[in-house]
Each structure stands twice: as structure tokens, then as C-alpha cells.
């Protein structure tokens, strides 16, 4: 078991409780599932951009991620059905845990003039990010890094509300801007006094 899931169980499932005053424990939000997707438009153009990518998203998920094909064809975007536009991983269990106690305390600080994500989710408890480089992640080699090429993450929680997804998020290590940042092995919260 990963520290952070230790750390949701012991700490972050009963301060959420006591937050919200859930009247079943079966009620309080977890994290479910981690996508991280990529859309390539240089595919259609370059064979070897598809591949490259291909191997940085397994590098920086864990597991190797699945092609996105076009349903469609549309000839003004010299697009064919079947031809493949993108790549998504789907995070779950350990290795989603493990991703996010990465991505929190070592790639989001490395973003240029970071002063944390905005603190809104999809209105359905999910939350969603984009990045505009995959450079920030420590485990691409910067040398082999042919193309910038951005990405959407998206956390699936079980949270009804977007506040709840958000504490759970921030509770988790996930820094928000205005919110006090969790520092994921500490007990206390950064900012509070005693």
C-alpha cells in the first residue's frame, strides 16, 4: 500500500467526516481513477510523434497508454477514419496514487510562475487540469524531448460537489490557489498556528 493511500484511510477520511458530517461513511469521497490524455495534431503529419509520445506517457504514468482513433473522417483537417489523434492512460489503485503523490510534490512546483491550480471542478465532483509541456515531470530525460506536447489530467472522484472533490483534492497534497496547502507526512496543515 502506498503512503498516500495510508494517509487517506488514517488522516483524510476523518477529517473529511468531521467536515462534512456525513450521515454514512460510505458517503465520504475518495479518488476513483486518474486519466492523463493527450491530443496530437502533429500525428497526421508525423509518423515517429505518436511513437515518441507513446513513450514519454509511459514514462511518466507507469503504463502504457491507449491510441485514440478518429470516428470520422473530416477532410478540412486531412483527418481519416481511424487514424490515430491521441493517447490516454487510465490510473488506478496504487499506481493512481503514486502518479498523484508525484505529480503534487514534484512536478507542479517545476511549473513556470506556479501559484497553484484553480480551485473549480466540472460541477459533477471531478476535477480537471491541463499542463501545456510534459517537460515538468522528472521522469522524461530532457535530451530525448523532441516536441513540446501538452496534456489533460483529469481526478474522477466519488464527491457529489465540487467543494468536497476540492477538499479532498487539497487534503490529498494538490495545491490550490488561496486555499492552505497539505503537505502530504505532515499532520498539520501549512499556514495553521496552534
Keep these: 500500500m502506498t503512503r498516500l493511500k495510508t494517509r487517506f484511510d488514517k488522516k483524510i477520511k476523518p477529517a473529511l467526516q468531521s467536515k462534512f458530517q456525513y450521515p454514512n461513511p460510505m458517503m465520504i469521497p475518495s479518488l476513483k481513477k486518474i486519466v492523463i490524455s493527450m491530443g496530437m495534431a502533429e500525428a497526421t503529419k508525423d509518423k515517429n510523434a505518436i511513437t515518441d509520445c507513446i513513450s514519454q506517457l509511459t514514462l511518466i504514468s507507469g503504463q502504457k497508454?491507449?491510441?485514440?482513433?478518429?470516428?470520422?473522417?473530416?477532410?478540412?483537417?486531412?483527418?481519416?477514419?481511424?487514424?490515430?489523434?491521441g493517447?490516454?492512460?487510465?490510473?488506478?489503485?496504487?499506481?493512481?496514487?503514486?502518479?498523484?503523490?508525484?505529480?503534487?510534490?514534484?512536478?507542479?512546483?517545476?511549473?513556470?510562475?506556479?501559484?497553484?491550480?484553480?480551485a473549480t471542478g466540472?460541477?459533477?465532483?471531478?476535477?480537471?487540469?491541463?499542463?501545456e509541456d510534459q517537460m515538468l515531470f522528472a521522469e522524461l530525460n530532457l535530451d530525448t524531448v523532441k516536441r513540446a506536447q501538452?496534456?489533460?489530467?483529469?481526478?474522477?472522484t466519488s464527491a457529489i460537489a465540487d467543494d468536497q472533490c476540492i477538499e479532498l483534492l487539497r487534503l490529498l497534497g494538490m495545491p490550490f490557489?488561496?486555499?492552505?496547502?497539505?503537505?502530504?507526512?505532515?499532520?498539520k496543515i501549512q499556514g495553521d498556528k496552534e
Excluded at 80 to 85: S, V
Excluded at 87 to 101: C, D, I, Q, S
Excluded at 177 to 187: A, F, K, N
Design 65 to 85: 497508454p491507449v491510441t485514440t482513433k478518429a470516428k470520422k473522417a473530416i477532410s478540412n483537417f486531412k483527418l481519416r477514419k481511424g487514424q490515430p489523434i
Design 87 to 118: 493517447l490516454k492512460v487510465t490510473l488506478r489503485g496504487a499506481r493512481m496514487y503514486e502518479f498523484l503523490e508525484r505529480f503534487c510534490s514534484v512536478s507542479a512546483p517545476r511549473i513556470r510562475d506556479f501559484r497553484g491550480f484553480a
Design 122 to 131: 466540472d460541477g459533477r465532483g471531478n476535477y480537471s487540469l491541463g499542463l
Design 150 to 156: 501538452g496534456m489533460n489530467i483529469t481526478f474522477v
Design 177 to 187: 490557489r488561496g486555499l492552505p496547502v497539505v503537505v502530504p507526512g505532515w499532520d
